[in-house]
């Protein structure tokens, strides 16, 4: 089968103007080309079945393109997900017409605000706007607030936890989202606790939430300070956690481990803690038991001079300094034992976890008011 000539006189005069993008509506049988003058628009004339009359338009494109008329090559496709494609032919990718090169276009390192542009005209797709919200030059160009305010439209319909834990630490980043947009994104979670998540993850310094400080701030904050001053990071996770903020941390941790709903909300839970917690753990991450970062913490707080630095402070409490050391060590390590060889999900998880999250959460609870030895446990 062979294009009508009609057909190949205006793709031909489409690709001499040199477009931006092309998008196929095979439904429709339109082809659609973006320029800097607007859009323009082919209704094709299938001269036999549908599909075997839009691979030949696809391969006429890809030859004007890419040299090449088989199409869209295929060893491109098991490169698209791992943005391997290379910088100076994402362009190129843009002009073929197929939605998996939008895809690798908008999965590469090297993607440019302009081209963001050019991909979410080719195709509007949630998935590709998260990709793009992963790229610092499409958060700080005028695509950020655009893809954000796209998602955040969206996000009801995200049906999976982790893509709407993604969906929320992608849309927080700075000047993304206003604070109206923030606070609704915030109420909502009360319904959706898999939201809180991605709060942890995205400003867990910044969180909605109106919290008192915790009542020994006040005394040790001036104390906490000068050690700041001196390089003392310990001291400043510890201040920062005993500040109001920090309360609103604690509270929404606690929040979340109420009732997760499943391993991965688990997980990410655990990773955003370990994150924030990280100054007391400047070596880097660990995979171990929660018995096993216990145990070790005693040992820590006598061989780390900036804990020790701290209990020399008085008022300090050297159980939230072990507890800040075993939050940032969390990790998957911890629930191994309930989640190997498990799927479980929703209250059957919740029973499973309880030997590992009760006191975990006894632990987080030292940082709050009261002595913080009976920390919650996870609800049914």
């Not at 707080?301 to 300090?316: I, K, N, Y």
């Amino acid at each position: 089968m062979e294009l009508s000539p009609q057909d190949t006189l205006r793709l031909n005069v489409l690709l001499a103007n040199r477009p931006q993008a092309i998008r196929i509506n095979e439904s429709t049988m339109m082809v659609f080309g973006l320029s800097e003058q607007g859009e323009a628009e082919i209704r094709l004339n299938p001269t036999g079945r549908d599909d075997q009359y839009l691979k030949q338009v696809k391969e006429l494109l890809s030859g004007h393109v890419l040299g090449s008329p088989g199409g869209y090559p295929v060893y491109l496709q098991r490169w698209t997900r791992m943005g391997q494609m290379r910088d100076d032919s994402l362009e190129q990718m843009l002009l073929l017409g197929e939605p998996e090169a939008v895809v690798a276009t908008v999965c590469a390192q090297g993607l440019t605000d302009e081209l963001a542009r050019r991909a979410w005209w080719a195709m509007e797709d949630a998935t590709n706007a998260r990709h793009m919200l992963g790229k610092q030059a499409v958060v700080e160009g005028g695509m950020g607030p655009l893809l954000a305010a796209y998602l955040v439209e969206h996000l009801p319909f995200e049906t999976e936890p982790e893509q709407q834990i993604e969906t929320v630490r992608l849309v927080l980043q700075e000047g993304l989202l206003d604070q109206a947009q923030v606070d609704g994104l915030w109420r909502k979670a009360q319904r959706k606790p898999a939201y809180y998540v991605g709060f942890l993850a995205a400003r867990p310094k910044d969180l909605p939430q109106q919290t008192a400080a915790h009542p020994d701030y006040a005394e040790l904050a001036a104390a906490l300070k000068q050690l700041i001053a001196a390089g003392n990071a310990l001291a400043g996770l510890l201040e920062n956690m005993l500040s109001a903020p920090g309360q609103a941390f604690i509270e929404t941790v606690f929040r979340v481990f109420d009732k997760p709903s499943n391993q991965e909300v688990v997980n990410l839970a655990l990773d955003a803690v370990a994150a924030h917690m990280s100054p007391a753990r400047p070596e880097g991450r660990v995979d171990a038991t929660l018995e096993a970062l216990q145990a070790e913490s005693a040992g820590w707080l006598r061989r780390d001079a900036q804990a020790s630095a701290l209990c020399a402070v008085p008022g300090v409490d050297d159980t939230q300094l072990r507890a800040l050391r075993i939050l940032s060590g969390l990790s998957y390590g911890i629930v191994r034992p309930a989640f190997r060889d498990s799927t479980a999900i929703g209250s059957l998880m919740r029973r499973k976890l309880q030997p590992v999250l009760t006191p975990l959460l006894a632990e987080l609870a030292r940082l709050r008011p009261g002595d913080g030895r009976s920390g919650g446990g996870p609800g049914r």
